[in-house]
């Protein structure tokens, strides 16, 4: 056997093996990418501002910011409250009914998950408050619980 | 003000100091010149004094409540006491870089000295690293001064918000930015090994050592953040799957996962360029985090004030990118499949009597799943960055993350219970018709797996016979069951050995690394019980109670009895009284009247079962509106982090410098060519 062809059969039997890491590394790279894909899918949002939320009427699940605007009505037992929540000039209704988090008052920017029903309100099953400024990077964010 | 003045010159010093070292490293590199390198690392020591010298600078501008800095004037007022104030060196965007360069610098000087009879590798570390304090330095005396002065002195300052003034601000910023910076350390060895060509196996050990480090603290970090997010803000839980959270948590897996694949380097010479991806993604993600948490790109409810420092971060970002992912093409480019020490791999019992499952495939395995998860965060991640170039911005919620973890989680516990079991270089032939045929016999070359599959046996009828429906733990807890056996199985025979005679026992440096890699993988599973367990059979209950009335959660009745007014640190505090059986839990609310804000003071009853968790919503006259939890195996979490760090520490930390035995002397191991 001369050295040439065995060097090239080398060669090949090297360029066999790695080519089946490359596919078996093409197979999970197209696993883990459907799995991906297809969860995003199923559990994406829109997130927008309140123009957007606008601009694009859907009665989906959407996830809007804006700033609670002054007026936050409480129902009686305090667990519901009604409050105006404006962005980019202009505002939208929003009612949720669940705990709040402490530093929920008119002035701080929300994000509300939800949907908008047929009477134009937005209806939130959980609302986040961002921090105020000064908020260190490894604080944690207030969060407020869906309500029961 | 003679303060601020200082501090601005300590960290003009340090940047030319480290500069300096940067030059000096690079030439004692490029000449293998044993001087230039003392001269690089001096100079990087020094660097790090003029450092710690700003530090201790902002402290005393804190502490002396020298109002004209505008960042103790931002981040503190006169009613804040001592250690909180002290805390928010590190609680500020300025004060936090610093903190940062500090511990960078800490690290560095350390991990450098102790590398310096490695002339070449440690110049180019002392580069790497003098590069990225470099980068900092020009951040913190250019773009985020924590010296800037105000025009005006106030006579107060602003404050710190009163979420963050909780015992949780003196220990999780700490360490999770200390874990963030470490990951530079490995990274700059990583580097060092690829751009110096490094040969021999020591350099795996440094920046194996230094990884093991930064994981540590970021473990320790890690669970810290959820204790304190768990006992501050009140919603029953301590992961929310923010952009913050996910930006802290995806280095630590990266460097997990290095973790594992550096074994197969060091035993089998195999992975040595995919080892040092995963290092230098595990900085690059630390990176990306911090660039994620300070541009406000992200929609989070974490956020600094949106400031200048996006762009420069994304910036450093690009150019580590580029940089690193040149060196790697450069240097690190897979050749054959050799062993470790440049020979091909010669095995003592032949290729093709050994074709069954192998520790190395378990290691692989177990880089794959770590890989798809940290992508599978990664893209959840970013999708409101990517979809919004694209058009409308679309995010991801806990489901998301919880639906794709879920086959990664499950395929990593069970190879916690198998993985350990497997020889190196794979079982020998006819493994599985034995298995077959002798499936109770204890089959010597399989460990034992009879334990495991036993024990995950007897967990699922115990858990079916207890009413247990639930499937997520019908699945994980045999799993976890099959795990614990694993490693105890696993001590069982050291102890054995031990017994035996210490003639017969493995080197005790060895021994201490592997009892201490799977004490982190009781740890691990522990916790992994934790989190099911608190996921899946959590309760809560949302009333309104007047004194006298009672709710029942979990099994767990309490009865309000009425609110106290009271006051702390001078704030206004309404507490409510809730007795349970004979013990009594007492949530508050504590009001700052200053800032219009209440913040809630939970109560924790704990216990190793459940928690019982109260949070005071609101008071209305005599009434009090409460959310109610019942948090099971929460105390798990914790323990079982716990039981991890310990794992860390005393496996891993108290060995000494030891090149892996597995390398013959004088034997060449290119780096990446394997």
Redesign the interface.
């Known amino acids: 056997m001369s050295a040439p062809a065995a060097v090239a059969r080398r060669a090949t039997r090297r360029w066999r093996r790695s080519l089946g890491w490359w596919l078996v590394a093409a197979v999970v790279l197209a696993c883990v990418g459907y799995l991906l894909i297809s969860v995003t899918g199923a559990t994406a949002e829109y997130y927008e501002t309140v123009p957007e939320l606008r601009a694009h009427p859907t009665t989906g699940e959407v996830r809007v910011l804006g700033t609670v605007q002054d007026g936050v009505v409480r129902s009686a037992d305090g667990r519901q409250v009604r409050f105006q929540m404006a962005g980019g000039g202009q505002t939208v209704p929003v009612v949720y009914r669940g705990t709040l988090p402490d530093i929920f008052k008119p002035g701080v920017q929300v994000v509300v998950d939800g949907h908008v029903a047929g009477d134009g309100v937005f209806h939130a099953t959980q609302l986040e408050a961002k921090c105020p400024a000064h908020f260190s990077a490894s604080s944690p964010g207030p969060r407020g619980t869906p309500g029961a | 003000m003679l303060l601020a003045e200082l501090g601005s010159g300590f960290l003009l010093a340090a940047l030319a100091l480290v500069a300096f070292s940067a030059l000096a490293a690079l030439r004692a590199g490029r000449r293998g010149d044993r001087r230039w390198g003392q001269v690089g690392l001096r100079a990087f020591v020094a660097g790090f004094v003029c450092v710690a010298g700003a530090s201790a600078t902002l402290l005393a501008a804190l502490l002396g409540r020298d109002f004209a800095v505008a960042f103790v004037t931002?981040?503190t007022d006169r009613s804040l006491s001592l250690p909180l104030t002290a805390a928010a060196f590190?609680?500020?965007?300025e004060g936090?870089l610093l903190y940062w360069l500090l511990l960078l610098g800490a690290c560095g000087s350390v991990a450098l000295a102790s590398a310096r009879h490695r002339v070449r590798l440690a110049a180019y570390a002392n580069l790497v690293l003098a590069a990225v304090a470099a980068f900092f330095l020009i951040v913190l005396v250019a773009v985020a001064s924590p010296f800037a002065l105000l025009p005006v002195t106030p006579p107060d300052g602003?404050g710190?918000?009163p979420?963050?003034r909780d015992g949780g601000?003196l220990v999780?910023?700490p360490f999770?930015?200390a874990g963030y910076s470490a990951f530079a350390v490995p990274f700059a060895f990583a580097m060092a090994a690829l751009v110096g060509g490094e040969e021999g196996n020591d350099w795996i050990a440094l920046t194996r050592r230094y990884a093991l480090v930064a994981w540590g603290l970021q473990s320790v970090?890690l669970t810290l953040?959820m204790w304190?997010?768990y006992h501050?803000?009140?919603?029953?839980g301590y992961w929310?799957w923010?952009p913050?959270?996910n930006a802290a948590l995806m280095p630590w897996l990266a460097t997990t996962a290095y973790l594992h694949s550096v074994q197969v380097q060091e035993r089998r010479g195999g992975l040595g360029s995919w080892s040092l991806v995963l290092v230098i993604s595990a900085f690059l993600l630390s990176i990306l985090g911090t660039f994620i948490?300070?541009s406000g790109i992200l929609?989070?409810?974490?956020?600094?004030?949106v400031s200048p420092l996006g762009p420069w971060f994304f910036g450093f970002l690009l150019v580590a990118v580029t940089a690193s992912g040149a060196v790697l093409a450069w240097r690190g480019t897979p050749e054959?499949?050799s062993g470790g020490d440049g020979r091909p791999a010669a095995p003592a019992v032949p290729e093709r009597e050994r074709s069954g499952p192998s520790r190395e495939g378990a290691f692989v395995l177990q880089n794959?799943l770590i890989a798809?998860l940290t992508?599978?965060i990664l893209?959840?991640t970013l999708?409101?960055l990517l979809?919004g170039m694209v058009g409308?911005?679309?995010?991801?919620?806990p489901?998301?993350y919880q639906?794709?973890g879920a086959?990664f989680f499950l395929g990593l516990l069970g190879l916690l219970a198998v993985g350990p079991l497997l020889p190196w270089r794979g079982l020998s032939r006819g493994w599985s018709r034995r298995l077959l045929v002798h499936p109770l016999q204890p089959p010597g070359f399989l460990g034992s797996p009879l334990w495991a599959v036993l024990a995950a046996g007897l967990t699922l009828v115990g858990l079916v016979v207890g009413g247990v429906h639930q499937l997520p733990v019908l699945v994980t807890f045999p799993l976890v069951a099959a795990g614990l056996a694993t490693c105890l199985q696993e001590y069982g025979r050291g102890a054995s050995r031990w017994l035996r005679g210490p003639g017969r026992a493995r080197s005790s440096t060895s021994q201490r690394r592997r009892y201490g890699a799977y004490l982190a993988h009781l740890g691990v599973l522990i916790v992994a019980a934790g989190l099911i367990g608190s996921h899946v059979w959590q309760q809560?209950?949302?009333v309104?109670l007047q004194p006298g009335q009672s709710v029942t959660v979990g099994g767990h009745t309490l009865t309000y009895e009425g609110t106290l007014s009271g006051s702390r640190d001078g704030h206004p505090v309404t507490t409510a009284r809730l007795r349970m059986g004979a013990e009594t839990l007492e949530p508050s609310r504590v009001s700052y009247p200053s800032l219009?804000?209440?913040?809630?003071r939970i109560a924790i009853r704990s216990t190793p079962f459940d928690d019982v968790y109260v949070?005071l919503?609101?008071t209305?006259g005599r009434a009090a509106?409460l959310?109610v939890f019942d948090n099971p195996l929460v105390s798990w979490i914790w323990a079982g982090a716990g039981l991890l760090v310990l794992g860390v520490l005393i496996g891993n930390l108290t060995r000494p410098e030891v090149v892996p035995e597995l390398a013959p002397a004088g034997s060449r191991a290119p780096v990446g060519a394997r």
């Open positions: 931002d981040h590190y609680g500020g965007q936090s602003v710190l918000n979420v963050l601000m999780h910023p999770l930015l970090g953040g304190w997010a501050v803000l009140g919603w029953g929310g923010d913050v959270e948490v300070r929609p989070s409810v974490h956020s600094f004030a054959a499949r794959v798809a992508a599978a893209w959840g999708l409101p979809s409308r911005e679309l995010v991801v919620g489901s998301y639906r794709v086959p809560e209950r949302q309104i219009g804000q209440t913040v809630s949070v919503t609101d209305r509106a959310n």
